[in-house]
């Protein structure tokens, strides 16, 4: 069965670091990309950064370039959000996914960094930054 399992939350004062981490498990296509989303208390979810499994090709938030960094462990199957200059407004359930690339169409790997097509979802990871 296909999993996805975050981990790596908690509670962090502003300015500070943490790095999650999305342990994937049981899915048979191997061009796909996975993303980070996250939910805050009363808002929408979102996305925050995605990363392609076929070349390592990497997209992010406008919220968050310059602070987080989205890679990849092969050995692990597992994928990494480091979150660095935390605010508070980063506070939210941070969540794994993964949308499937192939057959690869032009704009497979567009669609994807538009936060659309994520059909596969973690249990999410609490993130709290306080002052």
């Known amino acids: 069965e296909a999993q996805l399992v975050e981990s790596g939350g908690g509670l962090v004062q502003a300015g500070g670091s943490l790095r999650l981490s999305c342990a994937a498990s049981g899915f048979s296509f191997d061009d796909y990309a996975i993303g980070w989303f996250r939910q805050a208390p009363g808002k929408e979810r979102e996305g925050v950064s995605c990363?392609?499994?076929?070349?390592?090709?990497?997209h992010y938030a406008d919220s968050v370039k310059g602070r987080f960094t989205i890679s990849s462990d092969n050995a692990k199957n597992t994928v990494y959000l480091q979150m660095n200059s935390l605010k508070l407004e980063d506070t939210a359930v941070y969540y794994c996914?993964?949308?499937?690339?192939?057959?690869?169409?032009?704009?497979?790997?567009?669609?994807?960094?538009?936060?659309?097509?994520?059909?596969?979802w973690g249990q999410g990871t609490q993130v709290t930054v306080s002052s």
């Open positions: 996914a993964v949308v499937n690339l192939g057959p690869r169409g032009p704009d497979k790997w567009t669609i994807a960094t538009m936060w659309m097509g994520y059909d596969y």
């Open positions: 990363i392609s499994s076929s070349d390592g090709t990497t």
